[in-house]
């Protein structure tokens, strides 16, 4: 079993796959051989291919920290690469562990309300909560999460948006706006 790829008289490439097996036929030896076109086939999957690596692509390349989890246990299936710059972990520290296991929520009762979004209405949109790095510091971030189900198993897909430079700032146009009124 092999394959081969032949160009028709219109220029058009297909792609065969040829089985080929030897019978004896009247008592001589012979082989039998199947072409199979397998071009649109080929075609397809190639096509799947480059749809899994854009979407890859994408999913690496956000800058809000991405993280699919599994529903049921919760453990971390994948992080894009802004998960490191929001919470200081490596791929290689979270994958198969869990947001629990990690201590990612600074308040156990964020990740409680949360998950109660999620079961009451499927989905989890502008959550804000404080949330805690590798090195222990606290993060100001808004969380949303979709459930999204693959091959008979469901799964969490949640965005992580890091706002504290955002907090402060308007913290501090507060205070500024706060003493120029006192001022005036």
Not at 42 to 54: D, M, Q, T, W, Y
Request: with cysteine; net charge neutral.
């Amino acid at each position: 079993e092999y394959e081969i790829s032949i160009v028709r008289k219109n220029g058009e490439v297909r792609h065969l796959q040829v089985f080929r097996k030897e019978i004896l036929w009247n008592g001589e030896r012979q082989f039998q051989t199947i072409y199979q076109d397998i071009t649109d086939r080929k075609r397809a999957r190639e096509a799947l291919r480059e749809s899994e690596e854009r979407v890859t692509k994408a999913f690496r390349s956000i800058p809000d920290a991405l993280v699919i989890s599994c529903l049921e246990d919760g453990k971390i299936v994948e992080v894009n690469d802004s998960w490191h710059n929001v919470f200081g972990y490596s791929r290689e520290e979270v994958i198969g562990k869990s947001s629990l296991a990690l201590d990612l929520y600074a308040d156990p009762a964020d990740r409680q309300r949360a998950t109660g979004f999620l079961h009451k209405q499927g989905f989890v949109r502008d959550f804000e909560l404080q949330i805690r790095q590798k090195s222990g510091a606290l993060r100001t971030a808004i969380l949303s999460i979709e459930l999204q189900e693959t091959q008979g198993k469901q799964y969490l897909l949640s965005v992580v948006q890091d706002i504290t430079e955002r907090k402060q700032a308007e913290e501090a146009l507060r205070m500024s706006e706060e003493r120029f009124r006192r001022l005036s």
